[in-house]
């Protein structure tokens, strides 16, 4: 018996230094357009609780619930995360022996394109020549493409340019446009729209072309 308490006592010290010494990497994805924060590596035993709080400063805010039992990767949705805004996330674990790790905190802005399940994002903006565009459709790689629409109006309403119809693959699309109008003319400098829509979800961006 008292060897087993010295192997639990050990077990657990040795768990508690690990932790302490192994800094994990943070990583940020958007399943299904809902941000998830997780760390690297494998905590099995341990239970967590993830906070955030404004890059700018505040007062730290629980994600998802309090004291989760760790099967494997330690990870969290935070619905409650705003589309480009800054946050500081922290990791707190507590081992078997009741010894406390803090990892964090970890910076993170959450994308204005991927953190929801249709999303746009335009670059530079404003800018000149060619401008990036970057369409999102949430959903695993596998999942079926879905027939998709991206045109640019101006704020008349008027169509200016497609670029983009037909099938999208789930995930990040990236294009490009060159600022000429459907018929090959340069488009003048001004604010246009960009409107996105798929698998009947659809969400805007504007571009300032200088």
């Known amino acids: 018996m008292l060897r087993m308490k010295l192997s639990l006592v050990i077990a657990g010290l040795t768990l508690g230094a690990a932790l302490a010494l192994a800094e994990p990497e943070f990583v940020l994805r958007y399943p299904g357009g809902v941000p998830q924060v997780s760390i690297t590596g494998n905590y099995p035993g341990t239970v967590y609780t993830v906070w955030r709080q404004p890059a700018s400063g505040g007062a730290p805010v629980l994600v998802g619930e309090r004291s ?7 990870y969290a949705e935070d619905r409650g995360a705003e589309p480009g805004a800054s946050y500081l996330y922290r990791f707190e674990l507590a081992g078997g022996d009741g010894s406390i790790t803090t990892f ?4 993170a802005t959450i994308s204005p394109a991927l953190a929801r399940p249709v999303g746009v994002f335009v670059y530079p903006n404003p800018g000149r020549g060619a401008t990036g565009i970057q369409l999102h459709v ?6 079926r493409a879905l027939p998709a ?7 008349g309403g008027r169509l200016v340019r497609t670029v983009h119809r037909g099938p999208i693959a789930r995930g990040m699309t990236s294009l490009s ?6 018929g090959g003319e340069q488009i003048p400098a001004g604010v ?5 829509s798929v698998g009947g979800n659809s969400t805007i961006a504007r571009i300032v072309r200088l």
């Open 68 to 74: 989760v039992l760790c099967l494997g990767s330690c």
């Open 104 to 107: 964090g905190p970890y910076l």
């Open 138 to 143: 949430a959903g695993a790689a596998g999942d």
């Open 149 to 155: 629409e991206a045109a640019i109006y101006d704020l």
């Open 177 to 182: 446009w060159d600022g000429r109008g459907e």
């Open 192 to 196: 246009y729209v960009l409107r996105f």
